[in-house]
């Protein structure tokens, strides 16, 4: 479908926003202000930092925006700063836009199943009503139903369709031309929401791209898995300037711990980045080895095609094989509660020698059988 920009932008995004939160200012916090001076006595804070804490990183209150991490940021994902938002993981942006946008018991959130749970948390706890549009499982793969998720939208006064790309556990990456059409069809009616926390391992382009075509158009980012700070807890939403905005108002005043913005900085240093690379290159290679390998085992029923650092596996008899992983203390996640993965486990792509622990355990494992 070749998507119409002219189309898509000629509504306004905040019309979107609960009518109670459109002007929300949100808390003015003591370092909302920019201001200068060598005796800081505006937030309570104590005048001695902590004995445990040599660096003094955390005696004072931290920016709620670091400026210099959100400049790293936008410059890694090819955005404004002004279009970045830094959160507590991609989850807090998951919330936020939640809380936002939907009016409790009106405006529904979209999902297709199965895929990452916060979003349905999420829903859960504004009390939105939540529409599964199930993907469908093809010889490709799973995949998004594009008609079926415009209409359950549409139709049930949606204000988010969320779209997990590469998407959790499956691990198909939707194309830039998929989610251009999805963002057309819903312009004016609901925002698509691309959570890309698995960009850096797939062939698919990000959707940063599309931002300035679509102001309906989020994109959530993380420097959990690819760039291995998953305990630093940095994960940002990239939108419209607008959209960005009316989102800090509702965040809490202090959602950057000084550091973890301070370990994330340093994991964008040029070297860092660079080592990132050749891990991530290193997982691609691995992923392809691990699921023609997985694919020859006994018991095994198939491996999904994936986009990310993990791989969906089914099993003949999935309990003894997720019992003969741990028995040799190799964890990997259950997906047998999820919908339509009833014999299924995510697998995800570890080091070479881990990867091989797991075929050495799944290969004992069902020859004991």
């Known amino acids: 479908m070749n998507a119409s920009p002219a189309n898509a932008t000629d509504s306004n995004v ?5 009518p109670d939160l459109r002007g929300f200012g949100g808390y003015k916090s003591a370092r909302t202000e920019t201001l200068r001076g060598d005796v800081w006595l505006n937030a309570n804070e104590s005048a001695w930092s902590n004995p445990a804490d040599a660096g003094a990183l955390c005696q004072r209150y931290p920016e709620p925006q670091p400026m210099a991490l959100r400049a790293a940021l936008a410059d890694l994902y090819g955005c404004a700063a002004e279009q970045l938002l830094i959160g507590r993981g991609s989850d807090e942006a998951i919330d936020l836009l939640v809380r936002a946008l939907c009016v409790p018991g009106r405006d529904g959130v ?3 199943s199965p895929v990452f749970g916060m979003y349905a948390v999420s829903a859960r706890l504004q009390d939105a009503p939540l529409i599964d549009v199930p993907l469908r499982d093809t010889e490709r793969g799973f995949e998004p139903d594009p008609d079926a998720l415009v209409a359950a939208a549409l139709a049930n006064r ?5 779209l997990c790309s590469p998407t959790n556990p499956t691990g198909r990456a939707c194309t830039l ?6 963002a057309e069809r819903l312009a004016g ?9 698995y960009v850096e391992f797939s062939d698919v382009p990000s959707a940063t791209s599309l931002i300035a075509r679509f102001p309906n158009l989020v994109v959530l980012r993380t420097l959990s898995k690819a760039h291995a700070l998953a305990a630093a807890r940095i994960g940002v939403a990239i939108a419209a300037k607008e959209l960005i905005a009316v989102l800090r108002a509702c965040q809490a005043p202090y959602p950057v711990p000084a550091p973890c913005a301070e370990l994330a900085l340093a994991g964008l240093a040029p070297v860092a980045l660079a080592q990132t690379r050749e891990r991530v290159a290193v997982v691609r290679r691995e992923r392809a080895r691990m699921r023609d390998a997985l694919a020859t085992l006994p018991g095994v ?30 964890v990997v996640r259950d997906q047998r509660a999820a919908p339509q993965l009833g014999d299924a486990l995510r697998i995800s792509i570890g080091s070479p020698e881990q990867n091989d622990r797991v ?4 290969a004992v494992g069902e020859a004991a059988a």
Do not use: C, M
Not at 359 to 362: C, D, N, P, T
């Open 14 to 18: 905040l019309d979107l926003i609960r």
């Open 110 to 112: 979209v999902i297709s």
């Open 158 to 162: 949606a204000r988010l369709v969320f």
């Open 177 to 182: 031309e998929e989610i251009a059409g999805l």
């Open 189 to 197: 009616r609901a925002l698509l929401v691309v959570d890309e926390a």
């Open 301 to 330: 029923r198939r491996v999904y095609p994936s986009q990310g650092n993990y791989l969906l596996v089914r099993f003949d008899d999935a309990d003894r094989a997720f019992a003969a992983l741990l028995s040799t203390g190799v």
């Open 359 to 362: 075929l050495s355990a799944l």
